[in-house]
């Protein structure tokens, strides 16, 4: 039911039956010989987009640049998604375990489970909400090429050889049979790149949504504490502060380039994907659409995550001031003002130790893409205003 709170070892098998399925082996750097084979198409297909921008890198063919631009910029991202994968592997594992015994000692006091109940029922439908709109955003995009080339056909009489994404090809893509070979390059790269980002994220959501309800369990622990006996409890919270602290670091050193490449390349496809949709045909706004709103949940979800461990670390140091420690002995205020001191600089994650992942840092993608599309509506209405 999805009024239960769920498990982390389920949530965390979905992860790990999604990068089974990407030929990722989750606890051994052997991958399966498939991940090879479908990481190459990939790569063939990131690189045909980059030779497309390329050769069509002219004013003449500006809706076709700012077409492929997104599709490329995507590709960028979950290749660096699919390297943090495999290089932080043993790390992501390590995490794992943590977080997944951590997580049972909370469900094993009823306080604490309700104290986290909706925030991990949240994870829950995120995840299956991540999964369900890039399902239909791969669907729309592999899809549309073969339906788009029927409504021509029977309105026009006439056959058109569409692919699902811009590329370049070595070949001219005039008949049935080259046709079908880019074609079903495409749509495997398509649905390998949505399956590795969607994995990724929700890897990401789980192990930070994890990480941050053990600073709100913490807070509260220390919010109850009197003056009686609370020495030996301040050395085990100050020693579980530090054990969580170690983990938000290590959660930032996975995830922190990935959060870079997100913040840096999500302006410019948040831009590109409206002004497509704005300028663009018809035909593409089904697809831009459902790109666009998989972007800015995405980016939205990244920032949400990144905020709320700002926020419930930052707690654990106003339960500190907020408990009764003043009627505590000398050597428990000393550890209260220890936490307090130590809580002062919220724990955080990382754009590549550049920009911090918050509320703050989507609002300036957003501010951004709102600067590049209104430049490139200037730009586009040059020529016509010209004429």
Known sequence: MDS?????????????????????????????????????????????????????????????????????????????????????????????????????????????????????????????????????????????????????????????????????????????????????????????????????????????????????????????????GSTKALKDVIQQHQHIIRLSKILDDIFNVPNFFNVMLGSLEICFLGFTIMMGTWTQIPQCVFLLFSILLQLLMMSYFGENIMTESRKVGDAAFQCCWYSMDEQSKKMIQFIISRSQKPQHLTGYKITKISYASFTTIISKSWSYFSILRTVYKAPSSST
């Open 4 to 228: 239960e709170i769920p498990n982390f070892g389920d949530l965390l098998q979905q992860i790990r039956t999604k990068l089974w399925i990407a030929g990722i082996n989750y606890e051994c750097p052997q991958n399966y010989y498939r991940f090879y084979i479908l990481i190459v198409n990939l790569t063939i297909v990131a690189s045909q987009e980059v030779l497309f921008f390329i050769k069509y890198a002219t004013f003449d063919n500006f809706l076709k640049i700012t077409q492929v631009i997104p599709c490329t910029c995507t590709c960028i991202i979950t290749l660096v998604k699919c390297s943090s994968l495999l290089i932080k592997r043993k790390e992501i594992n390590e995490l794992a375990n943590y977080l997944q015994e951590l997580y049972d000692l909370i469900l094993m006091d009823e306080k604490k489970k309700k104290l986290v109940r909706n925030e991990m029922i949240f994870i829950k439908k995120m995840i299956k909400t991540l999964n369900i709109l890039n399902l239909v955003l791969i669907v729309i995009y592999n899809f549309s090429s073969p339906f788009l080339m029927l409504y021509i056909y029977m309105r026009k009489n006439e056959v058109i050889f569409d692919l699902p994404f811009p590329v370049a090809t070595p070949f001219e893509i005039d008949w049935w049979l080259p046709w079908l070979v880019e074609y079903l390059l495409s749509i495997i790269a398509g649905f390998y790149c949505v399956l590795l980002f969607v994995t990724f994220d929700a890897t990401y959501f789980l192990l930070s949504t994890t990480v941050y309800i053990n600073f709100t369990v913490l807070a509260e622990t220390i919010s109850k504490l009197n003056g009686r």
